[in-house]
């Protein structure tokens, strides 16, 4: 594991400390919540130049806001990027780095198991401006670059992927996709910037639903992308345009929880390894997928790129839905919800939560059993969340000997 000392102790104190100062008034010792939808100013010169870029200052709400600084210096410097930009979801963070540098005839190269809205846009909206897409087996990182050499413009990935935890080695795919000149984005939404840091590994750029782990609490929608000033600025002029931009209220509440991301994945992590264990030995479940177990396919890869394995496993249980539909509502300490990376625990079955978007069919191709479990374990006391998975297995044994 690389895990670097010195590293990980100024990530926990940027988690607190990054993008607050310089927006702080009235010696308050927090961020205010500015909800001004514009700014006010008695020189018309100044105002020019502020609108026109010559100096610092915020004129419009869609175009910038002093929370919504604060919350994108933070995950800027967390992510050791030079500029990031933020919007009002993650679907928005993607789409909108995905169509500020497409256009018709460019080839997008990918993989099959991106998040279920991401593959949309692959399969459904980029086709129709006439973007090629070429999504290869998940895994398979010669099938990709076999893809990627071809020649195209853009390389997508995301990793460890929704909901089978699957790894693709970042720094491979992004060398393969620098010898073409393509650019190269990467999902980091699962990893958190606490457990990766794909700019290091050769990505271009990255990006996150902060709806999930760096906002962690499940009350605020939000996406962001970080890279170089010169490829963020096209992706700022693109959203101040196209107007999703994220809301006050919602950058204040990602900014408030991202000061214990670091805690709080730390925890999550360890969570997600027992439960994956103790998963391992029901007699009921088929399958674990967790980066952090040696029977992982890509471990190796998860134990070179990342801190730590990440919050995020999922189960395939014996019986398929009718045993997920029996297990999931004799859980006490657990949401059913489509969400993740929140404090609590969190279970849902990809039918109706990563892969909704997709048939029967396409999950069936995609290698995703209708028994499928997808699991984010918050921070709770593990004695807790084992003990309450152990009465909901026994339940789940009781009600099929009654069969
Ligand atoms: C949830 C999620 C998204 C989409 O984010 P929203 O904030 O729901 O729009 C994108 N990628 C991954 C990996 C996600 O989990």
Same mark, same amino acid.
């Given at each position: 594991?690389?895990?670097?000392?010195?590293?990980?102790?100024?990530?926990?104190?940027?988690?607190?400390?990054?993008?607050?100062?310089?927006?702080?008034?009235?010696?308050? #010792?927090?961020?205010?919540?500015?909800? %001004?939808?514009?700014?006010?100013?008695?020189?018309?010169?100044?105002?020019?130049?502020?609108? #026109?870029?010559?100096?610092?200052?915020?004129?419009?709400?869609?175009?910038?806001?002093? #929370?919504?600084? +604060?919350?994108? /210096?933070?995950?800027?410097?967390?992510?050791?990027?030079?500029?990031?930009? %933020?919007?009002?979801?993650?679907?928005?963070?993607?789409?909108?780095?995905?169509?500020?540098?497409?256009?018709?005839? /460019?080839?997008?190269?990918?993989?099959?198991?991106?998040?279920?809205?991401?593959?949309?846009?692959?399969?459904?909206?980029?086709?129709?401006?006439?973007?090629?897409?070429?999504?290869?087996?998940?895994?398979?990182?010669?099938?990709?670059?076999?893809?990627?050499?071809?020649?195209?413009?853009?390389?997508?990935?995301?990793?460890?992927?929704?909901?089978?935890?699957?790894?693709?080695?970042?720094?491979?795919?992004?060398?393969?996709?620098?010898?073409?000149?393509?650019?190269?984005?990467?999902?980091? #939404?699962?990893?958190? &910037?606490?457990?990766? !840091?794909?700019?290091?590994?050769?990505?271009?750029?990255?990006?996150?639903?902060?709806?999930?782990?760096?906002?962690?609490?499940?009350? +605020?929608?939000?996406?962001?992308?970080?890279?170089?000033?010169?490829?963020?600025?096209?992706?700022?002029?693109?959203?101040?345009?196209?107007?999703?931009?994220? !809301? &006050?209220? /919602?950058?204040?509440?990602?900014?408030?929880?991202?000061?214990?991301?670091?805690?709080?994945?730390?925890?999550?992590?360890?969570? +997600?390894?027992?439960?994956?264990?103790?998963?391992?030995?029901?007699?009921?479940?088929?399958?674990?997928?967790?980066?952090?177990?040696? @029977?992982?396919?890509?471990?190796?890869? !998860?134990?070179?790129?990342?801190?730590?394995?990440?919050?995020?496993?999922?189960?395939?249980?014996?019986?398929?839905?009718?045993?997920? %539909?029996?297990?999931? &509502?004799?859980?006490?300490?657990?949401?059913?919800?489509?969400?993740?990376?929140?404090?609590? @625990?969190?279970?849902?079955?990809?039918?109706?939560? %990563?892969?909704?978007?997709?048939?029967?069919?396409?999950?069936?191709?995609?290698?995703?059993?209708?028994?499928?479990?997808?699991?984010?374990?918050?921070?709770?006391?593990?004695? /807790?969340?084992?003990?309450?998975?152990?009465? !909901?297995?026994?339940?789940?044994?009781?009600?099929?000997?009654?069969?």
């Amino acid at each position: 594991m690389n895990s670097d000392k010195e590293d990980i102790l100024r990530f926990g104190t940027e988690a607190v400390w990054a993008g607050e100062k310089e927006q702080r008034v009235h010696r308050a #010792t927090q961020v205010p919540v500015v909800v %001004s939808v514009s700014y006010a100013y008695e020189d018309m010169d100044e105002w020019y130049d502020v609108a #026109t870029g010559k100096k610092p200052g915020h004129i419009y709400g869609r175009n910038t806001n002093p #929370t919504v600084t +604060a919350f994108e /210096d933070k995950v800027r410097t967390l992510e050791k990027a030079e500029a990031a930009t %933020s919007f009002s979801s993650g679907m928005a963070a993607i789409s909108n780095t995905l169509y500020t540098f497409l256009r018709p005839g /460019d080839r997008v190269v990918s993989i099959k198991d991106t998040y279920g809205g991401t593959n949309k846009i692959f399969t459904e909206f980029l086709p129709n401006i006439n973007v090629d897409v070429t999504l290869a087996d998940t895994g398979d990182h010669a099938a990709l670059e076999f893809e990627i050499q071809k020649g195209c413009q853009l390389v997508y990935i995301e990793t460890p992927t929704n909901p089978t935890l699957k790894i693709t080695d970042i720094e491979r795919i992004a060398k393969a996709a620098k010898k073409v000149g393509a650019l190269v984005v990467a999902d980091n #939404t699962f990893a958190s &910037p606490v457990n990766q !840091a794909p700019l290091s590994l050769g990505v271009d750029l990255v990006l996150h639903s902060a709806t999930k782990f760096l906002g962690g609490h499940a009350d +605020a929608l939000g996406g962001v992308v970080c890279g170089s000033k010169e490829l963020v600025e096209q992706i700022y002029h693109y959203r101040e345009i196209n107007g999703a931009s994220l !809301a &006050p209220w /919602d950058a204040y509440l990602l900014l408030r929880g991202m000061k214990t991301l670091k805690l709080r994945v730390r925890q999550q992590a360890e969570n +997600a390894m027992q439960i994956a264990h103790f998963l391992e030995k029901q007699e009921l479940v088929e399958a674990v997928y967790y980066p952090g177990l040696k @029977t992982h396919l890509h471990h190796d890869i !998860a134990q070179k790129q990342m801190k730590g394995f990440g919050g995020m496993l999922s189960f395939a249980l014996k019986g398929g839905m009718e045993s997920v %539909s029996i297990l999931l &509502p004799a859980l006490k300490y657990a949401n059913c919800a489509a969400n993740l990376g929140s404090v609590e @625990t969190t279970y849902g079955p990809a039918r109706t939560t %990563s892969h909704v978007e997709v048939t029967p069919e396409e999950r069936k191709a995609l290698g995703i059993p209708e028994g499928l479990v997808r699991v984010s374990a918050g921070i709770e006391d593990i004695e /807790d969340l084992l003990a309450d998975l152990g009465q !909901a297995f026994d339940h789940l044994t009781m009600e099929i000997s009654k069969k």
